[in-house]
């Protein structure tokens, strides 16, 4: 048995478990991995597909610009979110140790440990391309905060309900 053939044996147990530790980096862990509905749990749904996407590009190996449009829901999902740039792409890396794990319990594909080299390859591309992504994402979130404020629109965002506000001025004025 072949590496590429042993892992896509393997991708439903290999992304399942990356799926509950990338989920488990959030509050509302059992929410997330039990709640099945794209739209109740949305979080969920996103990392479940995006993870068994990555997965298989990452079988076929290549660069990390292949890897974009799964890295990009995800990243865009974590820049959101209050994880720090480590925070937000260290569940990617998880995989390679989930990969090794599970073929090192199998006796028919525990030689092909030492074959891993071109998967974590490929999986240490994906992680800095996400990396990327999610400092692509930071910066917009960042430029739509200063555009805010510029406008003057944060004041009405940020602050208690407007009409309220209105009902405190009018009350300072009287």
Not at 6 to 16: C, F, G, P
Not at 25 to 45: H, V
Not at 77 to 92: C, D, G, I, N, Y
Not at 146 to 154: C, F, L, V
Request: glycine share 4%; net charge positive.
């Amino acid at each position: 048995m072949e590496l590429t053939e042993a892992l896509h044996n393997n991708r439903y147990t290999i992304v399942d478990k990356w799926v509950v530790y990338t989920l488990a980096t959030y509050q509302a862990t059992d929410f997330l991995n039990k709640e099945k509905d794209r739209f109740a749990n949305p979080i969920g749904s996103t990392i479940r597909t995006s993870l068994k996407t990555l997965f298989q590009l990452l079988l076929k190996g290549g660069d990390g610009a292949g890897y974009a449009e799964p890295l990009s829901q995800i990243m865009h999902l974590r820049s959101v979110q209050e994880f720090t740039p480590s925070q937000a792409v260290a569940p990617l890396n998880a995989v390679k140790h989930i990969a090794r794990d599970i073929l090192a319990a199998d006796k028919q594909t525990k030689d092909l440990v030492k074959d891993l080299y071109d998967f974590e390859f490929a999986v240490d591309l994906a992680v800095l391309a996400a990396f990327d992504l999610y400092m692509q994402c930071r910066e917009k979130v960042y430029r739509i905060r200063i555009a805010e404020i510029k406008s003057g629109a944060a004041i009405l965002t940020d602050s208690a309900c407007p009409s309220k506000a209105l009902k405190n001025i009018r009350k300072i004025n009287e």
